[in-house]
Each structure stands twice: as C-alpha cells, then as structure tokens.
C-alpha cells in the first residue's frame, strides 16, 4: 500500500463549479503538505504549501489538512477552464531538502 | 533565470544502450531530485541529492546511477536500458524548503 493515495479520476465539471480534491496516507510523520498542478506535457508546479493542520487559502483555492483523519483536501471555487490539469498532493516529514511523498495525482476537466 | 532545464527533452534507446540525462538548474539551490512518472504510477523518485556532494536513493532507483557534478548540474544515468524505463523523467531542484521547482521533462522510449 503506498503511503498516500489519491483517486486518479478524470473528475468532469462545468466552469463555474466547486472541486475537491483529495488526499488520504497513512504516514503520521508527514507533517508538511503541498498542492502541484500539472499541465499536460508540462512539469508540476507548486500551487498551495501547507504545515500541520488547518486551513490555508489563495484566491480560489483552499487547501485543509486533517491530521487526526490523515486527510488533505484542495478545494477550487469559480472552477475556470484553465483550471483543467492534473493535481498532484505531496507530502515530506520534514521542512527541507527531503524527498517528497507525491499521490498519483487527480486528471480535472473544467468544461465551458 | 531559465530555472531547472533538462536535456534532452526526447530520447529512444535500444534495449541495452546506455545514456545520461542531464540536469542543470541557475537558482542556487541546494537539493536536486530525480522523478519519473508513469501512467498510473504517479510521480517516483528515483535518487536525490540534498546538497552537493551527497546522494541518496529514492523509491525505484535499481538501474540508474547518478552524479552531483557540481552545486548546478545533477545527472541521471543508464547503464542497460530496459523497456521498464520507458517513461517520463522529471529534474527537480529546491532551496531550504519543500518547494520543488521542476524541470520540463524527458520522454524516454526504450525498444
């Protein structure tokens, strides 16, 4: 069982939709929790960094973390057809220089 | 700034040819990575370097071979290549944190 699991999807919404995405693992060291973005034929990018649990927020995007669940979430509001990409979740038990943990990432279509 | 740059950015092997894929990225960072992905898989490390001098082994790294050449360049070799090594190979690098700032790829076919 890997340590962070991820539904692939494709998960198909109409622009203007809310979208979660999500996360679960199994690991209760991770403690520092990212959001990439993944255009096709493109290499990810970073969107949302999180540590510990709680909530962050940037524009339409929010990211939660539940630790006592291990359970992540990145919620986009105004779903926009530019928002369609694969998103990666990724996790590290420390803050710095250490490999990261990647899900195998969620395929989204914002529809027009 | 390029960022992280990789080269190639297509490659296709015969099974037992061996080649190197080469990494360089202009940010001064510390740590270099090596991913692959693959439908289905996700992304894999397969060695990385958290700073210059060290190397470490990743989640699949039978099969491959590295060098930190310098602060810059990271290279990623194979030896034999396989038909199981058929896949997209990413370079990432990072500075004092977990951002990883990721280069554009080489799709990599062996026959």
């Known amino acids: 069982q890997k340590e962070v699991e991820q539904d692939p999807g494709p998960l198909s919404v109409p622009e203007g939709a809310i979208v979660s995405l999500n996360c679960t693992y199994s690991n209760s060291a991770f403690q520092y929790f990212m959001w990439y973005r993944q255009y096709s034929r493109k290499g990810p990018e970073l969107l949302m960094y999180?540590?510990?649990?709680g909530n962050k927020e940037d524009g339409r995007f929010t990211a939660q973390v539940d630790k006592s669940s291990k359970y992540i979430s990145l919620f986009i509001r105004d779903s926009q057809p530019s928002d369609s990409a694969t998103y990666l979740c990724a996790m590290t038990p420390r803050n710095s220089g250490y490999a990261l943990n990647f899900g195998k990432g969620t395929s989204l279509l914002v529809t027009p | 700034n390029a960022g992280v740059t990789q080269t190639p950015k297509f490659q296709v092997l015969k099974t037992g040819q061996s080649m190197t894929l080469q990494c360089a990225q202009d940010?001064?960072?510390?740590?270099m990575y090596w991913y692959r992905q693959d439908p289905g898989m996700g992304l894999r490390l397969i060695y990385y370097?958290?700073?210059?001098?060290?190397?470490d082994k990743g989640e699949v790294p039978n099969g491959y071979n590295v060098s930190r050449l310098n602060k810059r360049e990271f290279s990623l070799r194979l030896e034999s290549a396989a038909p199981s090594q058929t896949s997209v190979y990413f370079c990432?690098?990072?500075?004092?944190?977990?951002?990883?700032?990721f280069g554009p790829g080489t799709r990599l076919t062996v026959l």
């Open positions: 999180t540590y510990s649990s």
């Open positions: 990432a690098s990072s500075h004092n944190s977990n951002e990883q700032f």
């Open positions: 940010m001064n960072h510390n740590s």
């Open positions: 370097s958290a700073s210059e001098g060290t190397t």
